[in-house]
């Protein structure tokens, strides 16, 4: 079992409209059904802390009820950490989840920065979906390069702003911004799926996509496991050949 971190924005309200924003409950919900159902073991963060607003629940759907009904879920997003207390090692992926208020909380939060940093740099997995993204934008790795340079990067593209009436709300189109800082966008038609890994880095284009990333994000971190593992049956029997060949020696010089 592995530790991830979904982190959360902390925005309300979108820009100075007036209108009520928060993080998308559909591209929080499957992701965490995925984890869940993997055995993982899911926190919650967001960049102020305490409860996180969030966008309206689909009824319709029951993983999203699923989600903002269970007891234990329900105790971590009543309080979450601030990400810039979280303590990176204690986690082995940390997935950002969207939603428009993303877009003014996220980019500037040296605090994200550092923790997507860090994760990354201590080879966990880190995943986005939509506008997730927003958060990977200035996040500088120990080597000095962008996490994203030269990346192939998903994320909610500038058609799907003008297709969701967002196009004059938002405060920069994050396509073009994930691109000004090197990144390889790459996209499927207005709201379709897509799902992009680059190394241990993974992002969705919308919530259609949430799902789609943390599956992925499973696979890599079933390989960290796998590879645990075998590590651990490695030691295992050289410490158990150890012992033998000590037993034997006792033995030889009985006789």
Known sequence: MKKILMVLTSVSELGDTGKKTGYNVAEA?????????SGHFVDFASIKGG???QDEVDSQDPIQ???TTDETTRAGLYNTARVDVVDANQY???FLVGGHGTMWDFPDSEGLQNLVASVYDAGGVVGAVCHGPAGLVNVDLADGFRLIGGREVAAFTNDEEVAAGMDKV???????R?????AIHVFADVFAEKVAVSERLVTGQNPASAAGVAKEMEKLLAVVIRQEKAEEQHESEALRAEK??????AADSEH
């Open 65 to 67: 009820v699923a989600f």
């Open 178 to 182: 994930l691109k000004e800082q090197g």
């Open 244 to 249: 033998d060949a000590k037993k034997a020696a």
């Open 51 to 53: 409860q996180p607003p």
């Open 92 to 94: 082995d992926a940390v």
């Open 170 to 176: 938002i405060p920069f189109f994050l396509a073009d």
């Open 29 to 37: 919900a499957h992701p965490w059904k995925v984890f869940k159902d």
